[in-house]
Nanobody, 122 residues
């Protein structure tokens, strides 16, 4: 299986920036894509952005102006750079890895990390 560990969260003031990291374990599986989700207290989990192994990124509405997703496919790390943070960005941020077996398109499966907490407040 693929192990997923997020890091880089913390407590910041509005307007500041953070860069989150998602490290996926090396295994026999090929990573198809890595994505970032977030879940605020009392809210449903929502996707922020997804990036393919080849570096193609797609953002959900309202995120692409301030957030940037990137991938280091040599070291199996996805990053989420967050700029001009707002109190409403406060949430637990999760990384999801989509992986599968080479040559078997239907074998893809999801692996989730435990999340890293981001708190934006004065």
């Amino acid at each position: 299986q693929v192990q997923v560990v997020e890091s880089g969260g913390g407590s910041v003031q509005p307007g500041e920036s953070l860069r989150l990291s998602c490290a996926a374990s090396k295994s026999r599986f090929n990573i198809v894509a890595m994505s970032w989700y977030r879940q605020a207290a009392g809210n449903e989990r929502e996707r922020v952005a997804i990036i393919t192994w080849g570096g193609r990124a797609v953002y959900e509405d309202s995120f692409e102006d301030r957030f940037t997703i990137s991938i280091d496919n040599t070291n199996n790390i996805a990053y989420l750079e967050m700029r001009n943070l707002r109190p409403e960005d406060t949430a637990l941020y999760f990384c999801k890895v989509i992986a599968g077996v080479a040559g078997e398109p239907g074998s893809d499966f999801d692996s989730w990390g435990q999340g890293t907490q981001v708190i934006v407040s004065s």
